[in-house]
C-alpha cells in the first residue's frame, strides 16, 4: 500500500514561492507517475503537473508552465513542486498523487490515480 506525506504549504504573497514536497512509501516500480493536483473552493480537481519516475518525464497545465518546476528525487522516493511566481488564482488544496500506470495520454486524469495524499494548503493572498 502506497502512502504519500505532502509538506511545505503555506501562505505567501502574490510574486512569491513555496515549495511542496511528497515522500512516498512502499513504492516498488519505477513505471509509476507522480502528479500534483490541486482544488479550490467550489472547483473541480484539475492537474497541475505530473513526472514518470522512469526516464523524469514532466507534464504540466499551461497556466503553470514556466512558473512551476516538478522534480523527483528516486533514491528518497520524494517529488517535488517548486512554485515561483505565485499568483492569487494558485490557491487551492495541493494533491500528490500516484498513477501505477505512468500512460502518457492519461497522466493529467485524477481518475487514474490510485493513491492520494491527505493535501497541503496553498494560499496566495496580499
Known amino acids: 500500500q502506497v502512502q504519500l506525506a505532502e509538506s511545505g504549504g503555506g501562505m505567501v504573497q502574490p510574486g512569491g514561492s513555496l515549495r511542496l514536497s511528497c515522500a512516498a512509501s512502499q513504492l516498488t516500480s519505477d513505471s509509476y507517475a507522480m502528479g500534483w493536483f490541486r482544488q479550490a473552493p467550489g472547483k473541480e480537481r484539475e492537474f497541475v503537473a505530473a513526472?514518470?519516475?522512469?526516464?523524469?518525464?514532466?507534464y504540466y497545465r499551461e497556466s503553470v508552465k514556466g512558473r512551476f518546476t516538478i522534480s523527483r528525487d528516486n533514491v528518497k522516493n520524494t517529488v517535488y513542486l517548486q512554485m515561483n511566481t505565485l499568483k492569487s488564482e494558485d490557491t487551492a488544496v495541493y494533491y500528490c498523487?500516484?498513477?501505477?500506470?505512468?500512460?502518457?495520454?492519461?497522466?493529467?486524469?485524477?481518475?487514474?490515480?490510485?493513491?492520494w495524499g491527505q493535501g497541503t494548503q496553498v494560499t496566495v493572498s496580499s
Open positions: 498523487a500516484v498513477d501505477q500506470r505512468g500512460i502518457l495520454s492519461t497522466i493529467r486524469d485524477p481518475n487514474v490515480y490510485e493513491y
Open positions: 513526472v514518470r519516475l522512469r526516464g523524469g518525464y514532466t
